[in-house]
């Protein structure tokens, strides 16, 4: 199996910076794609990034097309979340997401694998 596990988050100031972090573990060999989705109070869990493992491919959502970045370090089986210009929507749990294959990186039910997730808010 594999095992994400998400670390990073907090509490920012609107316009500030944040970065967070996804650690794989176990069989990461199974892993082709990573992605992060955020689930904010009474709505549903959307996607906001995801990258192709292999060759470094990046897909954002629109709302923050921009303003953040994701990233991997393939020694360290992680991948990042760079997060900057932040608003108030930006606040949400925020989860890390793997999947074996490398179409529908946009659907969350299509990802094989889910860390425990980490809050960030944004205050103004």
């Known amino acids: 199996q594999v095992q994400l596990v998400e670390s990073g988050g907090g509490l920012v100031q609107t316009g500030g910076s944040l970065r967070l972090s996804c650690t794989a573990s176990?069989?990461?060999?199974?892993?082709?794609?990573m992605g992060w989705f955020r689930q904010a109070p009474g709505k549903e869990r959307e996607f906001v990034a995801a990258?192709?493992?292999?060759?470094?491919?990046?897909y954002y959502a629109d709302s923050v097309k921009g303003r953040f970045t994701i990233s991997r370090d393939n020694a360290k089986n992680t991948v990042y979340l760079q997060m900057n210009s932040l608003k108030r929507e930006d606040t949400a749990v925020y989860y890390c997401?793997?999947?074996?294959?490398?179409?529908?990186?946009?659907?969350?039910?299509?990802?094989?694998?889910w860390g425990q997730g980490t809050q960030v808010t944004v205050s103004s």
């Open positions: 990258i192709i493992w292999s060759d470094g491919s990046t």
């Open positions: 997401a793997a999947k074996s294959g490398v179409l529908n990186l946009l659907n969350r039910s299509r990802y094989d694998y």
């Open positions: 176990g069989r990461t060999f199974r892993i082709n794609a």
